[in-house]
Structure formats: C-alpha cells, structure tokens
Nanobody, 124 residues
Framework: QVQLVESGGGLVQPGGSLRLSCAASGFTLDYYGIGWFRQAPGKEREGVLC????????YFADSVKGRFTISRDNGKNTVYLQMNSLKPEDTAVYYC?????????????????WGQGTQVTVSS
C-alpha cells in the first residue's frame, strides 16, 4: 500500500521548535520531489517549501525563510521538516506531498501522493 505517514506535530510555545517527519511506504522517496504545505483555519492551503529529487532546486515561502529547513534520510525513506523560531501564525495542519521526478513544485497541483496532515499549534 502506498502511503505517506506524518508525525511530530503538537503544541509548542512561540519561539520553540518542532521536527516533522514524513515517512513513505510502498514507494521510494529518493525518486520524488517533496513539498510541504499548510492550511490554517479559514485560509487557503499555502505552499511552505519544496525540494527537487536531487536537491538542486528549492523554494521557501518568505514567511519561513531562515526558520524552516528540509532534509532527507534515504535509508529510512523519510523526509524531515525542521521548524525553528515558531510563531503563532505558523499554526496550521501541515501536509507533505511527493511528486515523481526531479521537480520542486511550489503549488499543490501535480503531486502524486499526500500525507494525512499533522496539527501544529503555536501558542503561549
């Protein structure tokens, strides 16, 4: 069965950090570009960042530049989103997505697989 399984969300105070994981099963993430998206209540889905299969192309939304980073562990078939200096406006459901090929897709169209989402709440 093809799946992306996310974990690591939760409640954190402003200025804190969280590390989200996105683990693939049924396919090999090494052959896919990865995107992270988020959707806050009452707002449209927002592209947070993406990275191409080979890492040669990346995109970071202005709102997260310098605070969020992405990495891969091909041996674990997992991608990570490290979120630092979190702000209340980062509160949202976060989704990972995979697109087959060496692409960094800024928007949500043309992704093959999506995770179930994990809630991140930044509040004091």
């Amino acid at each position: 069965q093809v799946q992306l399984v996310e974990s690591g969300g939760g409640l954190v105070q402003p200025g804190g950090s969280l590390r989200l994981s996105c683990a693939a099963s049924g396919f090999t993430l090494d052959y896919y570009g990865i995107g992270w998206f988020r959707q806050a209540p009452g707002k449209e889905r927002e592209g947070v960042l993406c990275i191409s299969r080979g890492g040669g192309r990346t995109y970071f939304a202005d709102s997260v530049k310098g605070r969020f980073t992405i990495s891969r562990d091909n041996g674990k078939n997992t991608v990570y989103l490290q979120m630092n200096s979190l702000k209340p406006e980062d509160t949202a459901v976060y989704y990972c997505a995979a697109t087959r090929g060496d692409y960094c897709l800024r928007y949500g169209s043309n992704y093959n697989y999506w995770g179930q989402g994990t809630q991140v709440t930044v509040s004091s």
